[in-house]
């Protein structure tokens, strides 16, 4: 019989990786999504019990990353920065796809906290707009208005995005 210890310790190995990515996603910058991603899994840890019976733990884990975000973003703190380059995965051409991410990269980190946290969870994530108005504790017209700024400002940064995907506007 597996132990609801044993049971946690295999959904941080298992669930961490897709946690990591998310969390970088929404902050920029790698030590900062570990920062966010241990933070939630001590979170989810505390109600592992009940999380586990119920079979929504990735969801509420992610959830509890959202919020602590936002919370991170009414405080104060002085910028940090961390350069560091994004593990490149393989894929078609690994040239092509670097060259990719490291512009994505780039254009993510010129956008607010705000708008950089909704096009994650709307466009990375797949998340409604209701979901992710929920998930960040915002109306939906903040959801909507954020995202139109965001696609805006990312256009005027990084017009590269939109050829890479066969958007010849």
Do not use: C
Request: a positive charge.
């Amino acid at each position: 019989m597996v132990s609801t210890a044993d049971e946690f310790d295999s959904f941080v190995r298992t669930r961490t990786p897709a946690l990591l990515r998310s969390a970088y996603l929404l902050t920029g910058d790698q030590h900062l999504a570990e920062d966010l991603v241990q933070s939630a899994l001590a979170r989810t840890h505390r109600s592992w019990k009940k999380l586990h019976e119920v079979g929504n733990a990735e969801a509420y884990t992610r959830k509890i990353m959202y919020h602590l975000q936002v919370s991170w973003w009414r405080k104060r703190r002085i910028a940090e920065s961390m350069p560091g380059d994004l593990p490149d995965r393989g894929g078609e051409d690994g040239t092509t796809a670097t060259t990719l991410k490291i512009t994505l990269r780039q254009a993510l980190l010129k956008l607010t906290d705000k708008q950089r946290a909704v096009l994650v969870l709307r466009f990375f994530e797949d998340h409604t707009e209701s979901e992710t108005a929920e998930l960040l504790g915002v109306t939906l017209g903040t959801v909507k208005s954020q995202t139109s700024k965001a696609l805006a400002r990312l256009r005027t940064v990084a017009p590269e995005l939109a050829l890479a995907n066969g958007d010849a506007r």
